[in-house]
Nanobody, 119 residues
Framework: QVQLVESGGGLVQSGGSLRLSCAASGFTFSSYDMSWYRQAPGKERELVARITSGGSTNYPGSVKGRFTISRDNAKNTVYLQMNSLKPDDTAVYYC?????????????WGQGTQVTVSS
């Protein structure tokens, strides 16, 4: 049974930091690209960080330099270190696992963790 379980969300003041974790089970974690997405009320879900199975990372401009994604394949866990948080970062943060082989897309989602940044 595939599971992605996020943790580490909460309430933080503007300028503060949080570290999100996503513990994976039920699939070959090391062969999947792992991402963090977020969705604020009334907005579409957006990508905030991705780390490939090979360890390459990419970020959108809105979080670049503030957020850092990392993975520990021995622990089947992906992390998101969020620094210099802003009220606009308030959202539910979701963990995503993705593998595409021969055009077959295999994707899993976690249940989300709430991050609230107060001004």
């Amino acid at each position: 049974q595939v599971q992605l379980v996020e943790s580490g969300g909460g309430l933080v003041q503007s300028g503060g930091s949080l570290r999100l974790s996503c513990a994976a089970s039920g699939f070959t974690f090391s062969s999947y690209d792992m991402s963090w997405y977020r969705q604020a009320p009334g907005k579409e879900r957006e990508l905030v960080a991705r780390i490939t199975s090979g360890g390459s990372t990419n970020y959108p401009g809105s979080v670049k330099g503030r957020f850092t994604i990392s993975r520990d394949n021995a622990k089947n866990t992906v992390y998101l270190q969020m620094n210099s948080l802003k009220p606009d970062d308030t959202a539910v943060y979701y963990c995503n696992a993705l593998r595409v082989i021969f055009n077959i897309r295999d994707a899993y989602w976690g249940q989300g963790t709430q991050v609230t940044v107060s001004s």
